[in-house]
């Protein structure tokens, strides 16, 4: 292909991007890191080339220079929540008081499709503060929170994942929708969406405390209509909820056997939290390929426990690691990972940052099934990239003096890390950061 060079957009920095899941310390084969790099972005907002920064390059093309900071694909969040925004930072005992005290009652809200428009809006550009590039959300049972989203994502060119919340029972009744209503919103919602930009539409039965056995059908009946969509739900967070929802779909052998019944699981499937799961279903989850995603901060937050990753590794099980706002604290991907750094040393498991970094990129994008799009800087993927300063603030400033290694510096941004270290955020080679500050 060849571009007009004027169009061609070279980003000069320090280069990461992963090639394989880092199998250590000392895994230098797992990823490519480019000291003085460039990436060629075209008019089209796909990445041309990466490589050594070629000082030509600024004759022919405009160049923006990052150095010293890194250059790195856009982060990826796989599990978090719009329309919990304002549940942040809400008082609770535990998983169920916290859903009906706040979530359930501030969810209500989005059936305003202003406040929903507005809410869509901000929380797209906080993630682009925080460098997250694509998300899969959830968005309220209203048609009209889904079409803000998609919406808000449209705007912005933002790789989006999304979906309305099926739920119709166990929540207040303005909450709920019908097992009819589910299904012919959620079709409706896909044909509106799914592929409209880069929108992407992901069935969303919520749990299996708040579906009842006919919207479990009609949510089996939507994943066969179209398996190439994703699905996202909830499964084994906190006890309470698991006993409750094993009262809900008796004799059937766990929680996860819920899903498995109604044909629901496959390598499309996300299963938010995955914390207290039996033999039986980490053998599952391995055997379909369904994907668990871990979320330290909500699991912290609202005390629902700490995920064994070692345990469903050894399983052979596909792990991804996400927000979950607004159970989750933080919009930030490196608060994230340092909570879940944390969650792994109570364990007694190892976070490498390498780890770390590979699963906010290519370790989320391959868990989504994108990474032939989005998760790493190479030919003709889309160029979502975030750059990261490492001496953001006075105190990581300093700390860098007695920084030098890499390995070293990406450990201090995951455990210093927020969204100051977010200098910029690139769309489709767009700067999207910087524009909402001006
Ligand atoms: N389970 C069902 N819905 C939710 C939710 O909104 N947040 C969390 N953390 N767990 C859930
Ligand atoms: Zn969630």
Not at 152 to 167: D, F, Q, S, T
Not at 409 to 436: N, S
Request: charged content about 20%.
């Amino acid at each position: 292909m060849t571009h007009d060079p004027q169009n061609v957009t070279v980003l000069r920095g320090r280069v990461l991007t992963f090639l394989e899941q880092p199998q250590g310390h000392d895994d230098t084969a797992s990823y490519r890191y480019i000291e003085d790099g460039a990436v060629v972005i075209g008019p089209d907002g796909k990445i041309i080339m990466i490589g050594e920064y070629k000082p030509e390059a600024a004759a022919h093309h405009k160049v923006i220079d990052h150095r010293p900071h890194l250059i790195l694909p856009g982060l990826i969040d796989p599990h978090t929540h719009f329309p919990q925004m304002q549940v942040i930072a809400s008082y609770a005992g535990n998983l169920l008081e916290w859903l009906n005290t706040y979530t359930f009652v501030e969810e209500q809200r989005f059936a305003d499709a202003a406040h929903a428009e507005r809410i869509a809006g901000l929380f797209l550009d906080e993630l682009i503060r925080h460098g997250t590039t694509t998300a899969a959300a959830y968005c309220s049972v209203h048609p009209q929170s889904v079409d803000a989203f998609f919406g808000a994502a449209l705007e912005r060119n933002m790789l989006m994942i999304g979906g309305k919340v099926m739920m119709d029972r166990n929540a207040p009744a303005s909450l709920c929708d019908t097992p009819q209503r589910g299904y012919d919103e959620t079709k409706a919602g896909i044909a509106k969406w799914h592929g409209h930009g880069r929108g992407l539409y992901a069935i969303t039965p919520r749990f299996a405390i708040t579906s009842s056995p006919e919207q479990m059908e009609m949510a089996e009946a939507l994943a066969r209509e179209y398996p190439e969509l994703h699905i996202q739900t909830h499964v084994d967070e906190n006890l309470a909820e698991i006993e409750f929802a094993r009262e809900l779909f008796p004799n059937l052998p766990d929680y996860l056997g819920i899903y498995e019944r109604y044909h629901l699981l496959g390598p499309k499937t996300l299963l938010g939290h995955c914390i207290h799961l039996t033999h039986r279903e980490c053998e599952v989850l391995a055997d379909t390929q369904s994907v668990a995603v871990w979320c330290p901060t909500s699991n912290l937050f609202i005390g629902s426990g700490l995920f064994d990753r070692d345990r469903l590794a050894g399983h052979g099980a596909r792990i991804a690691v996400a927000t979950d706002i607004g159970g989750g604290t933080s919009y930030s991907m490196l608060r994230t990972l340092d909570e879940g750094y944390k969650v792994l040393q109570l364990r007694g498991q190892r976070l490498d940052p390498l780890a770390s970094f590979y699963m906010m990129t290519l370790g989320n994008a391959r868990a989504l099934g994108l990474d032939d799009r989005i998760g790493a800087l190479a030919p003709r993927r889309e160029a979502d990239i975030v750059v990261l300063n490492s001496r953001a603030t006075p105190q990581m400033a300093l700390r860098m003096e007695a920084v030098d290694s890499l390995w070293n510096e990406l450990f201090l941004l995951q455990t210093c890390g927020d969204d100051r270290a977010v200098v910029e955020t690139y769309v489709m080679g767009r700067p999207m950061k910087t524009g909402l500050e001006s």
